[in-house]
T-cell receptor, first 112, second 118 residues
């Protein structure tokens, strides 16, 4: 079973700050997802990546397959970025479950 | 982007009753959908994989006779919580995998259903 660890668990920052959220996992995967969950519970998929780096607007996600580590960065953070950010992995090497295994999430608060 | 809907968004029921939750992929055909559960302050946990036209695959510890899954069409999967009890109160979320994106392909998540069993 894959263990997914996220850090930090909670993060409070000022508007405009550069934010980094980290995710590490224990078993080789074929893809890693970054998700955003708002207070109402709805989940939005931000990125799916299996190598390298992806960028969408102010969000950047990177993954290092060898080190089993991924980071999510938010540039020029804004109060509307306040949410829980969840790392999820799937497609384990050598087969395994189709569904995702989730980290516990990072609760981000951006203060004006 | 693709949209996945869930209905109802919120349900309160009495202990012992059954509750059906629907998950629909609105603009693509999903041969595979997933059902997840999230207890307060905990991470989402996969309950089962729903495959169109075949039996669902349940994760260890999830009772298949209690959580009935039906994936009768390419756009609809249903989860029925039978004889619900207060410990079944949780946030249930479905996701639909985009066909052709592999076993770990793109998944779109529904907005979730908050179930409260009194």
């Amino acid at each position: 079973k894959n263990e997914v660890e996220q850090s930090p668990q909670n993060l409070t920052a000022q508007e405009g700050e550069f934010i980094t959220i980290n995710c590490s996992y224990s078993v080789g995967i074929s893809a890693l997802h970054w998700l955003q969950q708002h207070p109402g519970g709805g989940i939005v998929s931000l990125f799916m990546l299996s190598s390298g780096k992806k960028k969408h607007g102010r969000l950047i996600a990177t993954i290092n397959i060898q080190e089993k580590h991924s980071s999510l960065h938010i540039t020029a953070s804004h109060p509307r970025d306040s949410a829980v950010y969840i790392c999820a992995v799937g497609g384990y090497s050598g087969g395994g479950a189709d569904g995702l295994t989730f980290g516990k999430g990072t609760h981000l608060i951006i203060q004006p | 982007g693709a949209v996945v809907s869930q209905h109802p968004s919120r349900v309160i029921c009495k202990s012992g009753t059954s509750v059906k939750i629907e998950c629909r992929s609105l603009d693509f055909q999903a041969t595979t959908m997933f059902w997840y559960r999230q207890f307060p302050k905990q991470s989402l946990m996969l309950m089962a994989t729903s495959n169109e036209g075949s039996k669902a695959t349940y994760e260890q510890g999830v009772e298949k006779d209690k959580f009935l899954i039906n994936h009768a069409s390419l756009t609809l999967s249903t989860l029925t919580v039978t004889s619900a009890h207060p410990e079944d109160s949780s946030f249930y979320i479905c996701s639909a995998r985009v066909p052709g994106t592999g076993t770990s392909g793109t998944q779109y998540f529904g907005p979730g259903t908050r179930l409260t069993v009194l």
